[in-house]
């Protein structure tokens, strides 16, 4: 597996990092278009907390550890398979066919042709955004609380990978499927980064704990914070997100396995 | 006349989308129900009204601001730009017939299909699950209307622009990576702008056209303010428009002059 990361994805990565870098003036302006879009995933938050003193019953250093957490996540899960995103396009084209008859994962192949470099800006915003937003909560730092703090980010990036990639999955059975995907996995952006209590009943059953989208932010921040859930989730739970990952990775691959199987050419 | 039939065609064209119509208007519901849930739980915290909005005018603002994404088409992708690098442009420029003034008719057929559909789901949806606001005064109405139709021109305006960067940058990305970052913080999509101290929104109200997409029509239909308040809204919205349309024919004006055609 290693030697093929290397030698097949390797110079794959390497390509389309160079041809992104070739217009210079454009990369430029597209990674500060990400690190600004970074920065601006926290600014929503001090603007609320400017007219609301908690949220919830959330302090704003609270809400602040949750939305830190939940972009560090998105911004790597954008970073690796974003682009999936464009699989309907590559499905109407017909530009699937070609990535399917080469001896290399599908998946894979997409992700790396597609990598965007750019959006490097944004995970690098984001990992320092979580950092002050962790001094700001002055957690007492355990050693599993630290291990939390490195692990969250990483399992919640799994969880929107998964969602990036079950999302697009749907273009398989119907290209026209446009924006549909926005809604759960920039909208899953926005629904992680403020406590669950805030949410409706069913609208939160079905996004926190269908999906898993409780375990990218709240249940880690609170673990973090040692606070109890008002919404009465035994405590401690936040470190069950790695499993919630998985689980949520599986069902994503099992979808995007049966997609794979279920596409029909459109023969342009 | 000509103009009529650009518009039946941008509505024509835009209805044969049924099913990422459908899609769209899904994806407006989940973030109304994410963003209604957000800033009513803000207005919760402090007494059930926050700046000025209660707890229904949230609501309202929320979902139809939702709506309205789709009425003034807030992210369409840059196809003039795509047009001008790949020199497609020309066929247009060929026409005997003023290119701003025919987009803006394309536009506007576009804006119609999308009132009756990407307007009407939202705001069926959001009546369904909160309580929304229904306009106490009959004024509002007629107000609300004239607002939809100038802020539909002014964000025509605004991707023009953006997109006639082409002209001199051919890839139109960093223009169209600061119209996104700009008229989601500035139009008052992410929150109301008057949750930001008052000197500041009201600057960026005045200044900047992004408010006057998003931010004032919302105002207009939730009855913020006075009547004679409303109209003051309109006409800032009145003002921008007659601007961008201004700055866009000087720009196509330009623009066409310094048109280098990429071979092929």
């Known amino acids: ?268 | 006349m000509r103009y009529l039939v650009y518009a039946v065609a941008g509505f024509r064209r835009y209805a044969t989308y049924r099913q990422a119509t459908l899609a769209a208007v899904f994806t407006n519901c989940v973030f109304g129900f994410l963003r209604s849930a957000l800033l009513l739980a803000v207005a919760g915290a402090s007494a059930g009204a926050v700046a000025g909005y209660d707890e229904q005018q949230l609501a309202t603002f929320v979902w139809v601001g939702q709506g309205l994404i789709g009425v003034v088409s807030l992210w369409s992708p840059p196809e003039l730009a795509d047009r001008i690098r790949s020199g497609d442009v020309v066929a247009d420029l060929l026409r005997p017939i003023d290119l701003v003034w025919q987009l803006l008719a394309m536009d506007l057929g576009r804006a119609t299909f999308a009132l009756m559909t990407r307007l009407v789901g939202p705001i069926v949806v959001g009546a369904l699950a909160f309580d929304l606001f229904a306009p106490r005064r009959f004024s509002t109405y007629p107000l609300f209307a004239c607002s939809l139709l100038l802020a539909t021109v002014i964000c025509f305006g605004c991707r023009y622009l953006v997109n006639a960067a082409a002209y001199w940058l051919l890839d139109a990305r960093g223009p169209q990576i600061a119209w996104t970052l700009c008229n989601g913080v500035l139009g008052g999509l992410y929150f109301p702008l008057w949750f930001l101290p008052s000197g500041a929104a009201l600057l960026i109200v005045v200044a900047t056209p992004f408010p006057s997409i998003i931010q004032l029509p919302l105002d207009i239909l939730v009855e913020r303010g006075s009547p004679e308040q409303q109209v003051v809204l309109l006409s800032v919205q009145a003002v921008w428009v007659i601007v961008m349309l201004a700055v866009c024919r000087a720009v196509q004006r330009r623009g066409e002059r310094r048109l280098v055609l990429q071979g092929g």
């Open chain 1, 1 to 268: 597996m290693d030697s093929r990361w290397l030698t097949a994805y390797g110079p794959l990565v390497r390509a389309q990092v160079r041809s992104q870098a070739q217009y210079r003036a454009s990369f430029v302006i597209d990674v500060a278009g990400s690190v600004l879009f970074g920065v601006l995933d926290v600014v929503a938050v001090f603007v609320l907390f400017r007219v609301s003193k908690t949220l919830a019953g959330f302090t704003f250093a609270d809400v602040f550890l949750m939305t830190a957490l939940a972009n560090c996540a998105f911004a790597i899960a954008d970073l690796l398979v974003g682009n999936v995103e464009r699989l309907r396009v590559y499905v109407r084209s017909g530009l699937l066919d070609a990535v399917l008859v080469r001896p290399l994962g599908v998946l894979t192949q997409l992700a790396v042709m597609d990598v965007a470099a750019r959006r490097v800006g944004r995970v690098v915003v984001a990992v320092g955004v979580l950092i002050v937003a962790a001094v700001n909560a002055g957690l007492a730092l355990t050693a599993a609380r630290l291990v939390l703090l490195v692990v969250a980010p990483a399992a919640g990036a799994v969880i929107f990978s998964a969602v990036f990639v079950g999302t697009a999955s749907v273009a398989f059975w119907w290209i026209e499927s446009g924006e549909l995907g926005n809604a759960l996995t920039y909208g899953g952006h926005d629904f992680t980064a403020y406590p669950m209590p805030i949410y409706g009943t069913v609208f939160r059953r079905l996004l926190a704990y269908g999906l898993g989208f409780a375990f990218v932010a709240y249940y880690p921040a609170l673990a973090l914070l040692d606070r109890r859930d008002p919404l009465g989730a035994p405590a401690g739970l936040g470190y069950a997100s790695p499993l919630v990952a998985a689980l949520v990775a599986a069902a994503a691959g099992l979808c995007w396995r049966r997609g794979v199987r279920h596409y029909r050419s459109t023969g342009s």
